[in-house]
C-alpha cells in the first residue's frame, strides 16, 4: 500500500487508531483552557489517567512539544490506540502509554512512578462512566505524584452541591445509572472531599461546551 494513501487514511489503514468522536469535538476546547495555565513552551511532565483513545494526548502533545506526557489507560484496546496514534504522528513527547488501574495503590503500579515528580495530572470522562473508587484513586494518586503547586485538571459534566443541570445532563446521569448503579455524575462538594484529604484545592471551575466543566485542582 502506498505511503500516500496511508498518510491520507490513516483510520482506515490502521484500526488499532480508535476514534471516539466525543474526543475529537472537545480536545480544542480543553486545549484552550490548558493554555490559561500552562505556557505553550511548558517543560514538565504530565500524567493522563484514562486516556482513552488516545486523541486527547495527542492533541496536547502537538501544542506543548517541550513537555513530556504519560498517557495509561486500564483497558489494552486503548494502549494500543495511544500507541498507534504516538506512531503515526510521530510524536517523541509521548511516552509508551502505561497500564494504570486508578483504583490500585501507586506503589504497586508495574510502571514505577516516583512520588511528586509530575507537573500536571490530567483525566477526562472517566469519574462518571466507572465505580466511585475511581475517583478515589484519582485524588490519592495526584496527592501522592503532584509536584507542590501541581495541577490536577479534570473534564466532563458535574453535579454542584446536588444540584445537576441541566436536563440533558440528568438525563444522561440516569442513563449512566441504568449501565451501571455504580456509575453517576459526580459532584464537585463529594470530589472536594477526596481533594482536601489529599492537599488539593479547587481553584478554577470553567464552563465548557455541552454542560460540561474543567476544574482546575491544585496541590498546596
Ligand atoms: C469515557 S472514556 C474517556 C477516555 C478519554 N479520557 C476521553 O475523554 O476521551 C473512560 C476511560 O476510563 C477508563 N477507565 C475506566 N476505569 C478505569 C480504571 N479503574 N483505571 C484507569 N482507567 C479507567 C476506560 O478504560 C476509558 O478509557
New binding site residues.
Given amino acids: 500500500m502506498s505511503p500516500i494513501f496511508k498518510n491520507i487514511f490513516p483510520r482506515y489503514f490502521n484500526l488499532k487508531m480508535l476514534q471516539?468522536p466525543?474526543?475529537d469535538n472537545?480536545k480544542a476546547p480543553i486545549l484552550d483552557v490548558l493554555c490559561k495555565y500552562l505556557p505553550q513552551d511548558f517543560q514538565g511532565v504530565c500524567l493522563e489517567?484514562?486516556?482513552?483513545?488516545g486523541?486527547?494526548v495527542i492533541h496536547f502533545a502537538q501544542y506543548f512539544k517541550q513537555a513530556t506526557f504519560q498517557p495509561?489507560?486500564?483497558?489494552q484496546a486503548?494502549i494500543k490506540s495511544i500507541s498507534a496514534y504516538t506512531a503515526h504522528h510521530g510524536l517523541s513527547n509521548v511516552k509508551p502509554p502505561i497500564t494504570?488501574?486508578?483504583?490500585t495503590p501507586v506503589t504497586s503500579w508495574s510502571e514505577k512512578i516516583s512520588p511528586a515528580t509530575c507537573d500536571v495530572i490530567y483525566?477526562?470522562?472517566?469519574v462518571h462512566?466507572?465505580p466511585w473508587e475511581?475517583a478515589i484513586?484519582l485524588f490519592d494518586t495526584a496527592g501522592i505524584l503532584l509536584k507542590p503547586n501541581g495541577f490536577l485538571i479534570t473534564?466532563g459534566p458535574y453535579a454542584e452541591d446536588g444540584i445537576l443541570e441541566p436536563e440533558s445532563n440528568i438525563r444522561f446521569d440516569k442513563s449512566l445509572k441504568a449501565r451501571d448503579p455504580s456509575w453517576g455524575v459526580r459532584d464537585i462538594k463529594d470530589l472536594t472531599i477526596l481533594a482536601d484529604k489529599n492537599g488539593i484545592k479547587l481553584i478554577d471551575k470553567i464552563a465548557m461546551p455541552a454542560n460540561n466543566k474543567t476544574l482546575i485542582w491544585k496541590k498546596v
Fill in positions: 471516539a466525543a474526543a472537545n489517567i484514562a486516556s482513552g483513545t486523541q486527547h495509561s489507560d486500564i483497558d486503548n494504570i488501574d486508578i483504583t483525566n477526562a470522562n472517566m462512566i466507572s475511581t484513586g473534564y
